[in-house]
C-alpha cells in the first residue's frame, strides 16, 4: 500500500487480503508496548524442531489456526516451510519464529499508512475476515481496521464474516478469482515500465 500510495501509476488495481492496518486507536495501544523484544512475543515460542513435514502436518491438523486451512494447503505449507535437515536430522522452519515475532512486533508501528490513504487513487478489493478483539495470542482474528475502506477513494469492501485472518488457506480459490478479476480488468490504466 505504501508502494501505491508513493507511486499510483504503476499499480492498476490492488487486491488487499486482510491487511494488518489498524484502527488508528490501536496503534496509540501498541505504542505501550514498543520496548518488547522480540524473544517475548508468543510467536517466538514456536516449535522449530521436526523430523518432518509429515510430522509437522500431524501436529497442526487439530490446532487453531490450522485446522480450518484446506488440508492441502496445510500440507503444502508442512512441505515447503521447513528448511534441509540439520547435522542431526531436525528441520527448522524457513521462517524462524524470531524473525516472525519481529515481524508482528513492527506491524505495530505502521500506522504511517494512515495518512498515505488518500494517495491510494487505483482501484482496490478489499477482503477482510472478523474483527478480533480477542487475546495477543490469536492470530486468526482480522488485524484490519473494520473502517479502512470508507477512508480509500476507490475500494470494495469484501467482508467475509464466515473466514478468519487466513483467508486465501481457508479459500484459496475465492483469493484466486478476486485477483484473477484485477488481472483481467487492467484496460482502466495503464502501468508505465
Not at 512441505?79 to 519481529?102: M, V
Not at 504511517?112 to 482496490?124: A, G
Not at 488457506?169 to 478469482?177: E, F, I, K, R, S
Amino acid at each position: 500500500m505504501a508502494s501505491a500510495a508513493a507511486l499510483p501509476r504503476r499499480f492498476n488495481q490492488l487486491v488487499l487480503i486482510d491487511p494488518v492496518i489498524f484502527a488508528p486507536e490501536r496503534y496509540e495501544q501498541m505504542e505501550l508496548h514498543a520496548g518488547l523484544s522480540a524473544v517475548d512475543h508468543p510467536v517466538a515460542r514456536r516449535k522449530n524442531n521436526w523430523r518432518d513435514a509429515d510430522e509437522m502436518f500431524t501436529r497442526f491438523r487439530e490446532r487453531p489456526p490450522f485446522d480450518n486451512w484446506k488440508p492441502e494447503v496445510l500440507r503444502d505449507y508442512c512441505d515447503y516451510a521447513l528448511l534441509p535437515p540439520d547435522e542431526d536430522g531436525f528441520r527448522q522452519l524457513a521462517c524462524n519464529p524470531i524473525n516472525e515475532a519481529s515481524n508482528y512486533l513492527n506491524s505495530g508501528s505502521n500506522e504511517t499508512i494512515l495518512e498515505k490513504l488518500p494517495l491510494i487513487t487505483m482501484p482496490v478489493s478489499l477482503l477482510r475476515a472478523t474483527p478480533g478483539e480477542g487475546s495477543e495470542e490469536d492470530f486468526s482474528a482480522s488485524p484490519t481496521w473494520p473502517e479502512l475502506a470508507s477512508h480509500l477513494p476507490m475500494c470494495r469492501d469484501v467482508y467475509l464474516p464466515d473466514l478468519n485472518h487466513f483467508i486465501p488457506m481457508q479459500d484459496p480459490g475465492l483469493v484466486a478469482g478476486y485477483i484473477l478479476e484485477a488481472i483481467e480488468n487492467t484496460w482502466q490504466r495503464d502501468i508505465l515500465p
